[in-house]
């Protein structure tokens, strides 16, 4: 079964100082991996994906995020967070079994500081 | 790109009344729409699977009778959360896929808070 961990259930950073968010997974066969972002009280907003290519992918708002196929990770990372950076973040892996349920992680949520 | 509205962005209800959600795709025909249930602080749990022209697939745990889906159109898929009680609140929020194209996955509505009082 697919599952998704996201290890921490908050992460702090200084405004300027590069972030990094968690994510692995469990999959059977070649995942299908995304990140979310979700502002209060808002849908999810897509910031990037991970299908095949490139495992660094490059996503919306100056995130990115590294695929590591041995560790089973798609970590989130941005070079120098703002303060409007800001919310609660899902990694999600999408079950390519026939289904095509996308499962999500628990969320982490990102503060800024400035 | 995709577009999916859902409607209402916000309701409160008195316990016992029934609320519809709705879901539409702007500008494709979505033949599948997932929705989607979020507590406070907590990841998005998928509830269920609509389909047009067919009947829903629940998940585990989630009563059928209690939350009726409708997919009765390519554009529209809604969701009725019957005699609702101060326990069904919570955020939902749909899901339509986009036909044929790899990667799919990231059209999601803006989310219906839902209240029961």
């Known amino acids: 079964a697919q599952s998704v961990a996201q290890p921490e259930d908050q992460v702090n950073v200084a405004e300027g100082n590069p972030l990094t968010v968690k994510c692995t997974y469990s999959v059977s066969g070649n995942p299908y991996l995304f990140w979310y972002v979700q502002y209060p009280n808002r849908g999810l907003q897509f910031l990037l994906k991970y299908i095949t290519g490139d495992n660094l992918v490059k996503g919306s708002y100056g995130f990115e995020a590294e695929f590591n196929k041995s560790q089973t990770s798609f970590h989130l990372k941005k070079p120098s967070a703002l303060v409007s950076d800001s919310a609660l973040y899902f990694c999600?892996?999408?079950?390519?079994?026939?289904?095509?349920?996308?499962?999500f992680g628990a969320g982490t949520r990102l503060f800024v500081k400035a | 790109g995709a577009v999916v509205s859902q409607h209402p962005s916000w309701v409160i209800c008195k316990s016992g009344t029934s609320v519809k959600i709705e879901c539409r795709s702007l500008d494709f025909q979505a033949t599948t729409m997932f929705w989607y249930r979020q507590f406070p602080k907590q990841s998005l749990m998928l509830m269920a699977t609509?389909?047009?022209?067919?009947?829903?697939?629940?998940e585990q745990g989630v009563e059928k009778d209690k939350f009726l889906i409708n997919h009765a159109s390519l554009t529209l898929s809604t969701l009725t959360v019957t005699s609702a009680h101060p326990e069904d609140s919570s955020f939902y929020i749909c899901?339509?896929?986009?036909?044929?194209?790899?990667?799919?996955?990231?059209?999601f509505g803006s989310g219906t808070r839902l209240t029961v009082v």
């Open positions: 999600a892996v999408r079950d390519n079994t026939g289904g095509f349920k996308t499962i």
């Open positions: 609509s389909n047009e022209g067919s009947k829903a697939t629940y």
């Open positions: 899901s339509a896929r986009p036909p044929g194209v790899e990667g799919y996955g990231y059209t």
